[in-house]
């Protein structure tokens, strides 16, 4: 798929926890309790210098920490992780993807001066102050004003990321218009690809929260039609032109998004995947055993867990030497996906269907 050698951006889950309680995040059951499967595993800074060289770091043009299971906020070193990369690369670009409720004005202003105008921070804010907690569960209004306001003010580079559910399609005008009084220098209404399920293959309405209680809170629901993700809409022709999804991902040509930007993913607990969603098959809370996702076929044969731990293996022996990479892109010429192809590429780097993509469009 790719060598050490070309390796120039990394993407970095420092941690599956989070204080918050998305209802379509897997690290919680639709906002109920949370994973079974996941330890709340978190990288500290001196597993972060085990993993990543100097030298290796000096090669990079990008880190960012974002990831399947934790916000970064929450994690213990986050701001020395960020610190250590600075160091080793004056010039690289430092981010990270957050819900912003958490952490004081110090903690973002010592961000910005790390970042240093190099690096920006994508905050996720799905409304106003009476409808970003009724997706970002738990999250405080006052503390994201705050982390924002502290950010920008300190000079740093903000993105506003902004999901379009029915609930708040009303105040996307309006949140924009924050956005630029609050400095921010992006904003972007995001067309959700969560409406689709990759368990069964099959686009969805609705989806029903939960809180901790196990209580049910609110039903979300897709946006009207023009805030809806496009991709989503082939879903009907790709049934008819292949008969049904599961034959279009047998067929699928794959032109996978990581291995041409020489972009690797490092999970919490300290292994090497190539992307977010093939780690993200890892722990599906709904399975009884996590084991039974077909991306465990291809860790078990790449030595398990141990074999991929980039802690305790060198990360470079790890990316070059083990089987996991190969095999994965080996598994794209495979007929189908029961003989062997890697349903995730098809569903995340298919061709013909691009549902990531289309939520930036
Ligand atoms: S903020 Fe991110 S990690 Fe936390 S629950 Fe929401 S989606 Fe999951
Ligand atoms: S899902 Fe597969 S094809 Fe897509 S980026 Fe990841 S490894 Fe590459």
Known sequence: MYRYKDIRKVHLEITQLCQAACPMCDRNENGGKDNKHITNAE???EDCKKIFSPEF???????????????????????????????????????????????????WTELAKIYNKKGAVNFSVDGLEDT???????????????????????GGKARWDYIIFEHNQHQVEQ????????????FIKKKTARFFSTARNVGKEEHQSQNRKGTETVLLKKPKEKFQNRALSKEQELITQYG??????????????????GNIFITAE?????????????????????????????????????????????????IDNNDLLSNI???????????????????????GFDAFKEQFE
């Open 43 to 45: 990288l500290s800074l």
């Open 57 to 107: 770091i000096s090669q990079l043009d990008t880190m960012y920490m974002c990831g399947n299971l934790g916000d970064p906020i929450v994690a213990k070193d986050t701001l020395e992780v960020f610190r250590y990369f600075r160091e080793h690369n004056p010039n690289m670009w430092l981010s990270m993807n957050t819900n912003a409720g958490a952490r004081d004005s110090a903690w």
């Open 132 to 154: 970003n907690h009724l997706y970002r569960q738990n999250v405080k209004w006052s503390i994201v004003e705050n982390s924002m306001r502290s950010f920008i003010n300190a």
């Open 175 to 186: 949140a924009e218009q924050l956005a630029n009084d609050w400095g921010c220098q992006k």
């Open 244 to 261: 049904s999804m599961t034959k279009y991902y047998d067929s699928c040509k794959i032109d996978c998004k990581v291995a041409k930007e």
């Open 270 to 318: 300290g292994l090497l995947m190539p992307c977010c969603w093939t780690a993200g098959r890892m722990y599906k809370w709904w399975h009884e055993d996590y084991r039974t996702e077909q991306i465990w076929d291809f860790i078990n044969r790449a030595g398990g867990k141990e074999g991929i731990d980039v802690i305790n293996n060198e990360l470079s022996s790890v």
């Open 329 to 351: 892109k080996a598994s794209w010429d495979i007929a189908s996906i029961k003989e062997g192809k890697l349903e995730v590429c098809s569903q995340k780097c298919g061709i």
